[in-house]
C-alpha cells in the first residue's frame, strides 16, 4: 500500500510551461483515438463541409486523418488553428452566452498537437494552393478546397497515458460510435469512415429519419413513434422506440442539444419516465431526441467535452421532454380500435405526436407546483424503487381491497361490463359478423393461456392473462383518481436525520409535501418529524420512511415535483391487479371471452400488461397464408 510522503520538501510557486499546460489540459479533452475523430470532425462541420471522410490505422492509435470541403484555413491563421484557447467561433462573453457552434473553446487542435504528431492542411476559396503546418512550420503543400488534419503516434509524448488503450479493435469501434453520433445529427452531410483501407462506414446525403433509422437497431424502425412539440423558447423532435422494442442495454439511446450529442442525466431520466407502466422491468427505451433551446437557457461551457451542460430552468425543461415523449407514446397506449383503425398491428404502429396536448400537460404541471395536490394528475412517473412488487405485505394489498370491490363495483354499474368475467357475460351470436367488434369474434382458448379470435383482418391471439391484468389496473386508478387522497396519522411520529441539503429542501418545498400527503415539521436544526403519509405507504413506514422521504426531497430538488408517492401507489394497485386477474389455465367460456374482448377494446395502454408484456398479436390474412405457403 503506498502512503502519502508527509515530509515532501516545500517549494516555491512557480508558472507551468506552455507544454506542460497544454497537455495537462489534453487530459480533459482527449482520451481516445474517438475522442480525436469527435474534435476534428466538429470543427468540419463547423467550417460549413457537406462530406467528411474519416481514415484509420491501428484503430486511430497509428494513424487518424479527417478531410472535409469546408471553407478552409488562410495561411496566415494556421499557427494560430493549433494555440490554445486560438478560435473564431466567439469574440466575447455575450457570444459564448449565444453558442451555436459545436467548437467554441478553442483547444482541441492544440491538445491533440501536444500528445501526438499533428499536421494540418488546408485551402481556402482564395488560394490557387493549400498550404500545411507541423511542429510550427508553415510550408506549402496539395490540397483541394477545404482541410485535412492527419494525426499520428497518439500519445507517443505521453507513454502512460498509451497504456490505457485497449486494442485496435475497440477503439475502431469507439471510432465508429462516436462518428455514427455526430452523422444522426447532420444527415445533409455525407460521411465515410476507412479502417485500415477498408470501407466500414457509407453515410450519403440523406433525409433525418432515414438517418436514424440507418444507424440505430432494426426493430427501432419497426417499432417508433414521431416526436414533434414546440414552444416559443423551445422545440423537440424526433423519435422514440415502443415500449415492446425495449432493450436491456442503453446503446440506442441518442439525445442531442442544439445539434450536440450530449449524456444527460436530467433528460434521460425525463424520458425513461414517460414509459413508466408500459415498459416491461428494467428494459430500455430506444429513442432518438434532438432538443432545440434558446441558447441563453442553456450552459454548454461546462466541461472540455461539451458532453454535459445546464439548463437555467431545468424543471420546466424536465416536464417538457417528459410530457412531449408522452403524447407520442400516447396512441400506442390508447385503445385497440385506433391501433387497428391504422391499419397497423401491435408493436409496429408509426404516428404523430400531439404538441397541443404536449403544451397543455406542461401547463398543468407547472400549476400544480406546490400546491395540495392528490392522484388527479395525469401520468405515474418517478424514480425505480428497485422492489419487486412481492415485497409488500398483504396488509398493504388487503388495506385496499374493501376499495377494490367497491371499485369495480360502482364501475361496472354504470359501464355495464364487469371486472369478473363471470359477471354480467355479454351474448355472442355465432352468425355475428368478425368485423363488428376491432379484436373481433372469440373461437376458443389454446392451453387455457392464450384467446383465439377472428376479425375482418385475420386472427387474433390474446393472452387472457396479460390482458385482464391490464383492465382491472386501469380500472383501479381511475376509481382511485377520483378519491381524495388518504392520509394515514402515525401513532408515533417518526424522527431522523437529514442533511443540510435536506432541510432546505424540505423548507422549500413544504407545501408540496402536504399535497402529496407527507405531514412534516422540524423537529431541530438538523432532524425531521414525520406525522402523517398516504395511507399506501404507512404499512412499512417505519421501515421505509426515512428512505422516502429522503428520495422524494431529493426528486423535487433537481425536478421540482416528485411522483414517487404516486408510483408507490400504482406499484401496489398492479400487485393487486395481477392477483385478481384471470389464472393461466383457467377454463372460459365463449361468453367469458366475449366479455375480455370488449373491456379490452375499451381499456387504455391495452398492448401491455402492468409488466410491459404485450397482450394481443394480430395475425393478417397474408401472414396465414404465407405460413402455410398458399399463393405460392
Known sequence: MLERNQGAPVREIKELSDQLISQIAAGEVIERPASVLKELVENAIDAGATRIEVRLEAGGIKRLSVTDNGRGIPRAELPLAIKRHATSKIRDLNELEHVLSLGFRGEALASIASVSSLTLTSRTADSDTAFSIHEGDVDVAAGALGTRVEVEDLFFKTPARRKFLKSETTEAAHCKAALERIAIAHPNIEFRLVHNGKPVLMLPVEEARNRVNRILPEEFSRAQREVYAETQTARIFGWVGLPTAGRTRTDAQYCYVNGRFVRDKLLAHAIKSAYVDVLHNQLQPMYCLFLDIDPVKVDVNVHPTKSELRFRDAQWVHQFVLHAVQAALAPAMTSVTEILGSGSTPGRVQGQGAEVAVQESIRYATSQKGSERGFSHSSSTGFNLHETRASYEPSQLNRYLDFYKTATKSEDSQEGDA?????????????????????????????????????????????????????????????????????????????????????????????TLNGLGLELEEASPTHLRLRAVPAVLSGDIEKSGERIVAEVLAELRKFGESQLVEEKRNEILATMACHSAVRAHRILSIEEMEVLLRQMEKTDRIDQCNHGRPTWVQLTMTELDRLFMRGR
Do not use: C, W
Open 419 to 511: 371486472v369478473s368475467l363471470t359477471q354480467a357475460p355479454m351474448q355472442s351470436s355465432p352468425e355475428q359478423a368478425p368485423a363488428s367488434y376491432p379484436l373481433g369474434r372469440a373461437l376458443g382458448q389454446v392451453a387455457g393461456v392464450y384467446i383465439l379470435a377472428e376479425n375482418d383482418k385475420g386472427l387474433v391471439v390474446v393472452d387472457m392473462h396479460a390482458a385482464h391484468e391490464r383492465i382491472v389496473y386501469e380500472k383501479l386508478k381511475r376509481q382511485m383518481d377520483e378519491q381524495k387522497l388518504m392520509i394515514q396519522q402515525l401513532l408515533i411520529p417518526l424522527v431522523f436525520r437529514v442533511t443540510d441539503e435536506e432541510m432546505a429542501s424540505f423548507e422549500e418545498y413544504r407545501d
